[in-house]
């Protein structure tokens, strides 16, 4: 199965293993294609996971009618092997009951203990 995050990588070698808790994102645009790809696959788990302490909710509930197929990054700053933080722009599309809809976001990403974690986003 290629992976939802379009690396054009399979899933098991992409964000799968991230999902898996095989390795980390080593960077803050690989932390945004594997919570992508977490949406994607309902992993709720991963998301609360992968989210800061400082702004994750208590709650996460994923509406199961919402159909994402389209990630593009727009553009990056820092949030490199070598930082401890970084932002990363995005456009991701879904439908919802056949109607089409997209998520413009300027992500902030934190480094802490060796893990990428998303803090938020405008």
């Not at 989210?51 to 909710?57: E, L, M, N, V």
């Not at 709650?59 to 197929?69: A, I, S, T």
């Not at 990630?71 to 089409?100: C, H, K, N, W």
Request: hydrophobic share 30%; net charge neutral.
């Amino acid at each position: 199965m290629p992976c939802p995050c379009l690396s054009g990588l399979p899933y098991a070698e992409c964000c799968g293993a991230f999902h898996r808790g095989a390795s980390t994102a080593p960077t803050a645009e690989r932390l945004m294609r594997s919570r992508y790809s977490a949406y994607a696959l309902g992993e709720r788990d991963y998301l609360l996971a992968t989210w800061h302490a400082s702004t994750r909710p208590a709650e996460l509930v994923l509406d199961p009618r919402m159909r994402w197929y389209r990630l593009d990054i727009l553009g990056r700053t820092r949030g490199g092997m070598l930082d401890t933080e970084g932002t990363v722009e995005f456009r991701a599309s879904y439908r919802i009951d056949s109607q089409p809809g997209a998520q413009h976001e300027t992500s902030r990403f934190v480094r802490e203990g060796g893990s990428w974690y998303y803090v938020d986003g405008d």
